[in-house]
Protein backbone atom coordinates (compact mmCIF):
# COMPACT_ATOMS: atom_id res chain seq x y z
CA UNK A 1 0.00 0.00 0.00
CA UNK A 2 1.20 3.61 -0.47
CA UNK A 3 2.88 5.74 1.99
CA UNK A 4 0.42 7.74 4.06
CA UNK A 5 0.30 9.96 6.64
CA UNK A 6 -2.30 11.79 8.95
CA UNK A 7 -2.46 13.59 12.00
CA UNK A 8 -2.37 10.12 14.03
CA UNK A 9 -1.80 7.39 11.54
CA UNK A 10 1.12 6.40 9.12
CA UNK A 11 1.54 3.71 6.74
CA UNK A 12 5.24 3.40 5.68
CA UNK A 13 7.15 0.14 4.68
CA UNK A 14 3.87 -1.71 4.33
CA UNK A 15 2.99 -1.42 8.38
CA UNK A 16 0.46 0.71 10.47
CA UNK A 17 2.08 3.40 12.88
CA UNK A 18 -0.39 4.96 15.37
CA UNK A 19 0.42 8.41 16.93
CA UNK A 20 -0.31 7.38 20.99
CA UNK A 21 -2.86 9.52 22.24
CA UNK A 22 -2.60 8.49 26.09
CA UNK A 23 1.09 10.00 25.74
CA UNK A 24 0.33 13.12 23.81
CA UNK A 25 1.10 15.69 24.31
CA UNK A 26 4.32 15.49 26.58
CA UNK A 27 5.47 13.17 24.50
CA UNK A 28 5.09 12.54 20.49
CA UNK A 29 5.98 8.64 20.00
CA UNK A 30 4.63 6.85 17.11
CA UNK A 31 3.90 2.99 17.90
CA UNK A 32 3.93 -0.25 15.81
CA UNK A 33 0.11 -1.46 15.24
CA UNK A 34 1.43 -4.46 13.17
CA UNK A 35 -1.14 -7.23 13.99
CA UNK A 36 -4.79 -7.07 15.25
CA UNK A 37 -4.01 -7.96 19.25
CA UNK A 38 -1.88 -4.91 18.96
CA UNK A 39 -4.34 -2.25 17.55
CA UNK A 40 -6.66 -3.77 20.00
CA UNK A 41 -4.44 -3.40 22.91
CA UNK A 42 -3.78 0.46 21.54
CA UNK A 43 -7.96 1.30 21.03
CA UNK A 44 -8.67 -0.23 24.26
CA UNK A 45 -5.80 2.24 26.15
CA UNK A 46 -7.32 4.78 23.81
CA UNK A 47 -3.61 5.41 22.43
CA UNK A 48 -6.43 5.08 19.05
CA UNK A 49 -9.09 6.66 19.45
CA UNK A 50 -11.94 8.72 18.38
CA UNK A 51 -15.05 7.21 16.26
CA UNK A 52 -13.59 7.74 12.87
CA UNK A 53 -10.15 7.24 13.66
CA UNK A 54 -11.24 4.04 15.06
CA UNK A 55 -12.81 2.53 11.65
CA UNK A 56 -10.08 3.78 9.61
CA UNK A 57 -7.07 2.18 11.69
CA UNK A 58 -9.24 -1.27 12.05
CA UNK A 59 -9.77 -1.05 7.77
CA UNK A 60 -5.82 0.03 7.25
CA UNK A 61 -4.51 -3.07 8.94
CA UNK A 62 -6.60 -5.48 7.37
CA UNK A 63 -5.66 -4.17 4.51
CA UNK A 64 -1.90 -4.46 4.83
CA UNK A 65 -2.45 -7.57 6.36
CA UNK A 66 -3.64 -8.94 3.34
CA UNK A 67 -1.25 -7.72 1.64
CA UNK A 68 1.16 -9.77 3.94
CA UNK A 69 -0.11 -13.05 2.29
CA UNK A 70 -2.97 -13.63 5.20
CA UNK A 71 -5.84 -15.84 3.69
CA UNK A 72 -9.37 -15.10 3.35
CA UNK A 73 -10.80 -16.75 6.21
CA UNK A 74 -7.54 -15.40 8.64
CA UNK A 75 -8.51 -12.03 7.61
CA UNK A 76 -12.75 -12.85 8.16
CA UNK A 77 -11.52 -13.83 11.64
CA UNK A 78 -9.64 -10.70 12.22
CA UNK A 79 -12.31 -8.44 10.90
CA UNK A 80 -14.62 -9.92 13.39
CA UNK A 81 -12.39 -9.91 16.00
CA UNK A 82 -11.58 -6.00 15.22
CA UNK A 83 -15.46 -5.44 14.98
CA UNK A 84 -16.01 -6.19 18.80
CA UNK A 85 -12.81 -3.73 19.53
CA UNK A 86 -15.01 -0.99 20.98
CA UNK A 87 -18.65 -1.07 21.23
CA UNK A 88 -20.11 2.33 21.31
CA UNK A 89 -19.00 4.21 17.90
CA UNK A 90 -20.26 2.52 14.91
CA UNK A 91 -18.22 3.91 12.32
CA UNK A 92 -15.84 1.00 12.99
CA UNK A 93 -18.88 -1.31 11.87
CA UNK A 94 -20.21 0.61 9.63
CA UNK A 95 -16.06 0.65 7.66
CA UNK A 96 -15.87 -3.19 8.66
CA UNK A 97 -18.95 -4.19 6.23
CA UNK A 98 -17.52 -2.14 3.64
CA UNK A 99 -14.32 -3.99 4.10
CA UNK A 100 -16.59 -7.36 4.67
CA UNK A 101 -18.23 -6.47 0.48
CA UNK A 102 -14.17 -6.01 -0.28
CA UNK A 103 -12.93 -9.64 1.36
CA UNK A 104 -15.55 -10.98 -0.74
CA UNK A 105 -14.05 -9.82 -4.36
CA UNK A 106 -12.21 -12.71 -6.27
CA UNK A 107 -9.17 -10.52 -5.81
CA UNK A 108 -9.49 -9.71 -2.14
CA UNK A 109 -5.88 -8.12 -1.20
CA UNK A 110 -6.34 -5.20 -3.68
CA UNK A 111 -9.93 -4.60 -2.97
CA UNK A 112 -8.95 -4.51 0.52
CA UNK A 113 -6.31 -2.44 -0.31
CA UNK A 114 -8.58 0.24 -2.35
CA UNK A 115 -11.41 -0.01 0.20
CA UNK A 116 -8.97 1.75 3.28
CA UNK A 117 -7.29 3.70 0.89
CA UNK A 118 -11.20 4.69 -0.40
CA UNK A 119 -12.36 5.43 3.08
CA UNK A 120 -9.45 7.56 4.43
CA UNK A 121 -9.94 9.79 1.30
CA UNK A 122 -13.65 10.16 2.09
CA UNK A 123 -12.99 10.46 5.58
CA UNK A 124 -10.93 14.03 5.21
CA UNK A 125 -13.74 14.82 2.29
CA UNK A 126 -16.32 14.28 5.20
CA UNK A 127 -14.61 16.32 7.43
CA UNK A 128 -14.38 18.74 5.22
CA UNK A 129 -17.85 19.09 4.45
CA UNK A 130 -19.02 18.82 7.55
CA UNK A 131 -16.67 22.13 8.14
CA UNK A 132 -18.44 23.92 5.49
CA UNK A 133 -22.00 23.25 6.34
CA UNK A 134 -21.43 23.88 10.33
CA UNK A 135 -19.86 27.28 9.42
CA UNK A 136 -23.04 28.90 8.72
CA UNK A 137 -24.07 28.24 11.84
CA UNK A 138 -21.22 29.88 13.75
CA UNK A 139 -21.65 33.95 14.65
CA UNK A 140 -19.02 36.28 14.15
CA UNK A 141 -17.37 37.02 17.81
CA UNK A 142 -18.10 33.59 19.02
CA UNK A 143 -17.27 32.17 21.87
CA UNK A 144 -17.54 27.87 21.59
CA UNK A 145 -17.76 25.22 24.30
CA UNK A 146 -16.45 21.67 23.24
CA UNK A 147 -16.23 18.59 24.92
CA UNK A 148 -13.83 15.78 24.39
CA UNK A 149 -11.76 15.44 21.21
CA UNK A 150 -12.83 15.74 17.76
CA UNK A 151 -10.24 17.31 15.74
CA UNK A 152 -7.35 15.60 13.31
CA UNK A 153 -6.33 13.63 16.16
CA UNK A 154 -10.15 11.63 15.53
CA UNK A 155 -10.22 11.69 11.92
CA UNK A 156 -8.21 11.66 8.93
CA UNK A 157 -9.01 15.21 8.13
CA UNK A 158 -9.76 18.42 9.85
CA UNK A 159 -12.04 16.95 12.28
CA UNK A 160 -15.32 16.98 12.84
CA UNK A 161 -17.15 19.53 15.45
CA UNK A 162 -13.04 20.92 15.91
CA UNK A 163 -12.98 20.85 12.24
CA UNK A 164 -15.82 23.54 12.34
CA UNK A 165 -14.27 25.40 14.72
CA UNK A 166 -11.25 25.90 12.99
CA UNK A 167 -12.86 26.42 9.96
CA UNK A 168 -14.77 29.14 11.63
CA UNK A 169 -11.56 31.13 13.13
CA UNK A 170 -9.83 30.84 9.31
CA UNK A 171 -12.87 32.71 8.58
CA UNK A 172 -12.52 35.23 11.79
CA UNK A 173 -16.07 34.14 13.55
CA UNK A 174 -13.92 32.68 16.77
CA UNK A 175 -12.93 35.08 19.67
CA UNK A 176 -12.19 32.18 22.12
CA UNK A 177 -12.91 28.30 22.53
CA UNK A 178 -13.68 26.81 25.99
CA UNK A 179 -12.25 23.21 25.77
CA UNK A 180 -13.69 20.88 28.75
CA UNK A 181 -11.21 18.96 30.25
CA UNK A 182 -13.12 15.89 30.37
CA UNK A 183 -12.68 13.68 32.84
CA UNK A 184 -11.83 11.05 33.25
CA UNK A 185 -9.36 10.66 30.40
CA UNK A 186 -8.70 14.18 29.81
CA UNK A 187 -9.00 14.49 25.74
CA UNK A 188 -10.10 17.79 26.38
CA UNK A 189 -7.26 19.14 28.14
CA UNK A 190 -4.92 16.93 26.83
CA UNK A 191 -5.13 16.77 22.89
CA UNK A 192 -8.27 19.53 22.22
CA UNK A 193 -6.14 21.88 23.96
CA UNK A 194 -3.05 20.78 22.02
CA UNK A 195 -4.44 20.74 18.74
CA UNK A 196 -5.75 24.53 19.55
CA UNK A 197 -2.68 25.45 20.40
CA UNK A 198 -1.36 23.97 17.15
CA UNK A 199 -3.70 25.90 15.06
CA UNK A 200 -3.66 28.87 16.81
CA UNK A 201 -6.78 29.40 18.35
CA UNK A 202 -7.34 31.08 20.91
CA UNK A 203 -8.73 28.62 24.02
CA UNK A 204 -8.85 28.52 27.63
CA UNK A 205 -9.25 25.47 29.48
CA UNK A 206 -11.72 24.59 31.91
CA UNK A 207 -12.96 21.57 34.05
CA UNK A 208 -15.80 20.09 33.15
CA UNK A 209 -17.99 21.38 36.43
CA UNK A 210 -17.01 25.30 35.18
CA UNK A 211 -19.63 25.04 31.71
CA UNK A 212 -22.48 25.72 34.27
CA UNK A 213 -21.08 28.99 35.41
CA UNK A 214 -19.73 30.11 32.29
CA UNK A 215 -23.45 29.72 30.62
CA UNK A 216 -25.27 31.53 33.62
CA UNK A 217 -22.26 34.48 32.95
CA UNK A 218 -23.40 34.73 28.97
CA UNK A 219 -19.78 33.33 28.03
CA UNK A 220 -21.13 30.77 25.92
CA UNK A 221 -22.52 30.94 22.59
CA UNK A 222 -22.79 27.78 21.27
CA UNK A 223 -21.75 23.86 22.42
CA UNK A 224 -20.05 21.79 19.58
CA UNK A 225 -19.36 17.91 20.20
CA UNK A 226 -18.81 15.11 18.10
CA UNK A 227 -20.80 11.84 18.17
CA UNK A 228 -20.02 8.14 18.23
CA UNK A 229 -23.42 7.18 16.80
CA UNK A 230 -26.64 8.37 15.98
CA UNK A 231 -29.82 6.79 16.51
CA UNK A 232 -32.77 6.67 13.91
CA UNK A 233 -34.80 9.09 16.09
CA UNK A 234 -31.54 11.62 16.70
CA UNK A 235 -30.31 10.46 20.28
CA UNK A 236 -26.11 10.67 20.18
CA UNK A 237 -24.12 9.07 22.07
CA UNK A 238 -20.65 10.75 23.07
CA UNK A 239 -18.07 10.99 25.43
CA UNK A 240 -19.97 11.31 29.30
CA UNK A 241 -20.03 14.56 29.76
CA UNK A 242 -21.78 15.76 26.80
CA UNK A 243 -25.58 14.89 28.04
CA UNK A 244 -24.71 17.29 30.52
CA UNK A 245 -23.78 19.66 28.74
CA UNK A 246 -26.55 19.64 26.08
CA UNK A 247 -28.94 19.87 29.64
CA UNK A 248 -27.02 23.38 30.23
CA UNK A 249 -27.50 24.53 27.30
CA UNK A 250 -31.11 24.07 27.11
CA UNK A 251 -31.51 25.79 30.61
CA UNK A 252 -29.74 28.69 29.17
CA UNK A 253 -31.07 28.85 25.74
CA UNK A 254 -27.72 28.15 24.17
CA UNK A 255 -27.37 26.04 20.62
CA UNK A 256 -25.90 22.83 21.22
CA UNK A 257 -24.57 21.08 18.01
CA UNK A 258 -23.71 17.51 16.91
CA UNK A 259 -21.42 17.37 14.36
CA UNK A 260 -20.62 13.95 12.50
CA UNK A 261 -19.99 12.10 9.57
CA UNK A 262 -22.82 10.23 8.13
CA UNK A 263 -20.79 6.94 8.89
CA UNK A 264 -21.54 7.59 12.66
CA UNK A 265 -25.44 7.51 12.08
CA UNK A 266 -26.90 3.78 12.36
CA UNK A 267 -30.28 3.60 10.95
CA UNK A 268 -30.59 0.08 12.60
CA UNK A 269 -30.85 1.45 16.21
CA UNK A 270 -34.01 2.89 17.39
CA UNK A 271 -33.09 5.48 19.96
CA UNK A 272 -30.17 6.08 22.56
CA UNK A 273 -30.85 3.34 24.79
CA UNK A 274 -30.14 0.83 21.83
CA UNK A 275 -26.87 2.06 22.08
CA UNK A 276 -24.39 -0.50 23.70
CA UNK A 277 -22.25 1.75 26.18
CA UNK A 278 -18.84 0.58 27.04
CA UNK A 279 -18.16 0.69 31.14
CA UNK A 280 -14.07 1.20 31.54
CA UNK A 281 -12.02 0.42 34.27
CA UNK A 282 -12.03 2.02 37.97
CA UNK A 283 -8.61 3.25 37.68
CA UNK A 284 -9.78 5.85 35.50
CA UNK A 285 -11.62 7.57 37.76
CA UNK A 286 -9.96 6.57 41.28
CA UNK A 287 -6.81 8.76 39.76
CA UNK A 288 -5.23 9.64 36.87
CA UNK A 289 -2.43 8.16 34.70
CA UNK A 290 -0.44 9.19 31.43
CA UNK A 291 2.87 10.22 30.15
CA UNK A 292 3.61 12.47 33.29
CA UNK A 293 3.28 9.28 35.20
CA UNK A 294 0.39 7.92 37.72
CA UNK A 295 -1.34 8.89 40.70
CA UNK A 296 -4.44 7.26 42.98
CA UNK A 297 -6.40 9.50 44.70
CA UNK A 298 -9.68 6.84 45.78
CA UNK A 299 -9.10 4.78 48.49
CA UNK A 300 -8.02 1.15 46.80
CA UNK A 301 -11.57 -0.39 47.52
CA UNK A 302 -13.68 2.58 46.26
CA UNK A 303 -16.59 1.35 43.86
CA UNK A 304 -16.85 3.65 40.98
CA UNK A 305 -19.14 3.61 37.96
CA UNK A 306 -17.09 4.63 35.14
CA UNK A 307 -18.78 4.88 31.44
CA UNK A 308 -17.40 6.31 28.72
CA UNK A 309 -20.52 7.45 26.73
CA UNK A 310 -23.66 8.30 27.65
CA UNK A 311 -26.57 9.66 25.37
CA UNK A 312 -28.15 12.92 24.66
CA UNK A 313 -31.52 13.49 23.63
CA UNK A 314 -33.00 14.39 20.47
CA UNK A 315 -35.16 16.94 22.07
CA UNK A 316 -31.71 18.80 24.02
CA UNK A 317 -30.08 18.66 20.16
CA UNK A 318 -30.50 22.33 18.08
CA UNK A 319 -28.80 20.76 15.15
CA UNK A 320 -26.95 17.39 13.33
CA UNK A 321 -24.18 19.11 11.64
CA UNK A 322 -23.22 16.40 8.70
CA UNK A 323 -21.41 15.96 5.48
CA UNK A 324 -24.65 16.34 3.55
CA UNK A 325 -25.46 19.14 5.76
CA UNK A 326 -27.47 20.90 9.03
CA UNK A 327 -30.34 18.68 9.92
CA UNK A 328 -32.95 20.08 11.99
CA UNK A 329 -35.02 18.88 14.71
CA UNK A 330 -38.23 18.64 12.61
CA UNK A 331 -36.42 16.85 10.02
CA UNK A 332 -35.56 14.20 12.53
CA UNK A 333 -38.76 14.34 13.76
CA UNK A 334 -39.66 13.67 9.98
CA UNK A 335 -37.87 10.45 10.48
CA UNK A 336 -35.01 11.71 8.29
CA UNK A 337 -32.74 9.10 10.20
CA UNK A 338 -35.09 6.42 10.09
CA UNK A 339 -34.32 3.47 7.84
CA UNK A 340 -34.58 3.83 4.15
O1 LIG B 1 -13.30 7.61 24.15
P1 LIG B 1 -12.97 8.47 22.97
O2 LIG B 1 -11.86 9.42 23.24
O3 LIG B 1 -12.74 7.66 21.74
O4 LIG B 1 -14.27 9.34 22.73
C1 LIG B 1 -14.33 10.15 21.60
C2 LIG B 1 -15.57 10.96 21.48
O5 LIG B 1 -16.47 10.87 22.27
C3 LIG B 1 -15.66 11.83 20.27
O6 LIG B 1 -16.47 12.94 20.53
C4 LIG B 1 -16.27 11.04 19.10
O7 LIG B 1 -15.65 9.81 18.95
C5 LIG B 1 -16.18 11.80 17.83
S1 LIG B 1 -14.50 11.98 17.25
C6 LIG B 1 -14.61 12.83 15.78
Same mark, same amino acid.
Not at 157 to 160: D, E, H, L, R, S
Not at 314 to 321: E, F, K, P, R
Given at each position: MQTLQTTSLQVRDNQLWILDQQALPQQKNWLPAHSVPQLIEHIHALRVRGAPLIGLSASLLLALLAEQGQTRAELAQALETLRAARPTAVNLMNNLDRMKLALAQPDFAPALAEEAWRLVQEDKQLCDAIADAGCTRVKPGSQLLTHCNTGGLATA %?? %??ALGVIARAHQQGLIKNVWV??????LQGGRLTAWELGELAIPYTLITDSMAASLMARGEVDAVWVGADRIAANGDVANKIGTYSLAVLAHYHQIPFYVAAPHTTLDRSCPDGTAIPIEQRAASEVTGVAGSFGSVQWAPEAAKVYNPAFDVTP????? %???LDTGVVTPDQVQGGIFQPQ
Open positions: %GV %GTDETRPLATLIS %GWV
